[in-house]
């Protein structure tokens, strides 16, 4: 598959730069837009998320809808944001995965603007690199868990390359999200195979301080409809279908299927992999990204949801209905195998600058914020006060050692890296921009310092940013 396959238009043109949103069962629609001089508008406000009949959500979104509009935009292309704020709080939009300058990325650690309560901000940013991007609050919540990506503030970004073409029969954008988060200490994850993975970097001594308040969920969606809710995504025998997929979850990682077929992965984090695989399952770390293509060879009904059976069951799934078939939906049990990241790269590192070292050694307090956990990087919380500082133009080699019980999607603002060693097994042309650290284990990422500015790194689960689980990186 070449890159330039990846992006497809379909049948979505960029007329008018006409914001996007999101039908039942992950079809597209457009929205009409009032006059503006900006090319794309984003309100912040109230918004109603009907689940399904019995359950609907009141929440903050975007534009009236949850998942806010998808976004086209076009590689290189200049491009007006505006951003409305109809909420009493001030509010951030993150562009995650893009490379922009820190004063357009979103985040208050950086030093964009907030856009005040009841107010405006207009931003200017050119969208790169191509690929599945996307948007999202980048407020703190805290303890307040209606606040922060605990809302339904987020949605797609898809930038096309400058030549686009494909020979997709379907295109569906498809957001993993829970809803409802509540604070406890009895939630397991069932679905963290990470948990099967080599410990290199278990402590001698864990402590066995009873941990702090986490949060968890028992309700979810595909987009804005639970399982069993909404319209199916309806194929042919024979056709291909592409898939971008999102973990949207401020909470989890998540596992899913598609009953009866297997997924061939041709990009991760909306970068086209080295050696696209047939998977069975795919493990998304909060914030990623993977774009799949099945073919459509098993007719049928079927879900495509999560392959935990309480999350499926509490919603996370989606039906893909057939021409002319009239069953029930089905859903068979996918293989379990351990998601590896480096199937998809490499054995070759030829070329590779030397890099610098900058070890990160994770750990957590237990309830080392009262009633809920902190997170230490190299012994520190946040802000680690001029402790990374980037040379521009060197390249960095960034070894995170989780000593943790837990696995972290880890991203870096404003950067993309390479996947270059994960518990020892050793890879190449992985490019992603937010990576799984897995429970007790080791992960080696390589970037080129060449954004200068400021540059937030940190976990993706909102909690454990929020208690003390980021950094900034700064330029001399």
Request: net charge negative; aromatic share 10%.
């Amino acid at each position: 598959m070449r890159r330039r396959d990846l992006f497809k238009l379909g049948t979505m043109g960029l007329a008018g730069r006409a914001l996007t949103g999101f039908a039942r069962g992950g079809q597209a629609r457009s929205l009409q837009i009032t006059a503006s001089a900006a090319d794309y508008t984003l309100r912040i406000a109230p918004v109603t998320v009907e689940l399904d009949p019995s359950r609907i959500l009141s929440t903050i979104g975007y534009n009236g809808t949850c998942p806010g509009p998808l976004l086209r935009m076009r590689e290189g292309t200049p491009v007006t944001v505006e951003v409305i704020n109809d909420t009493d709080t001030p509010e951030l939009v993150h562009w995650h995965g893009m490379l922009i300058p820190p004063e357009v990325d979103g985040t208050a650690e950086e030093g964009s603007p907030f856009v005040p309560p009841r107010g405006r901000q207009r931003f200017n940013l050119v969208p790169r690199p191509a690929g599945v991007r996307w948007y999202h609050t980048h407020a703190m919540a805290m303890d307040d868990l209606h606040r922060g990506t605990f809302t339904g503030q987020f949605g797609f970004v898809y930038v096309e390359s400058a030549s686009y073409s494909g020979d997709y029969d379907q295109e569906h954008f498809l957001a993993l999200r829970d809803w409802e988060p509540f604070f406890t200490s009895a939630m397991e994850d069932e679905d963290d195979d990470t948990h099967n993975d080599p410990v290199f970097e278990k402590p001698l001594n864990v402590s066995t301080d009873p941990n702090g308040l986490e949060v968890g969920s028992m309700t979810y969606s595909i987009n804005d409809k639970s399982l069993g809710s909404g319209e199916p995504i309806r194929v042919r025998e024979g056709q291909k279908i592409l898939f971008h997929l999102l973990n949207a979850s401020a909470i989890e990682n998540r596992r899913v299927a598609l009953a009866g077929h297997k997924m061939r992965v041709i990009a991760l984090d909306g970068n086209a992999v080295s050696t696209p695989q047939d998977v069975d399952s795919l493990f998304l770390g909060a914030g990623e990204r993977a774009d799949v293509v099945v073919e459509m060879t098993n007719p049928g009904i079927w879900i495509f949801g999560a392959t935990e059976r309480v999350v499926r069951e509490s919603g996370l799934g989606t039906v893909v209905e057939y021409a002319g078939q009239h069953k029930q939906p089905q859903w068979i049990p996918s293989p379990h195998r351990s998601w590896d990241y480096t199937i998809f790269g490499s054995d070759t590192a030829e070329g590779r600058p030397s890099a610098q070292i900058i070890e990160m050694v994770f750990e957590k307090i237990p309830s080392g914020a009262r009633k809920f956990n902190s997170w230490l990087i190299n012994g520190k919380p946040y802000p680690h006060e001029r402790e990374f500082v980037l040379e521009r133009g060197r390249r960095y080699r960034l070894v995170m050692r989780n000593r943790t019980d837990d696995a972290h999607p880890m991203h870096l603002h404003r950067h993309v890296w390479e996947l270059v060693e994960i518990n020892g097994k050793k890879t190449a042309g992985i490019i992603k921009d937010t990576v799984v650290v897995p429970y007790y284990g080791r992960v080696a990422v390589e970037f080129t310092a060449d954004q200068p500015g400021l540059s937030l790194f940190h976990c993706h689960l909102q909690q454990h940013m929020d208690y003390g689980f980021k950094a900034l990186f700064r330029y001399a």
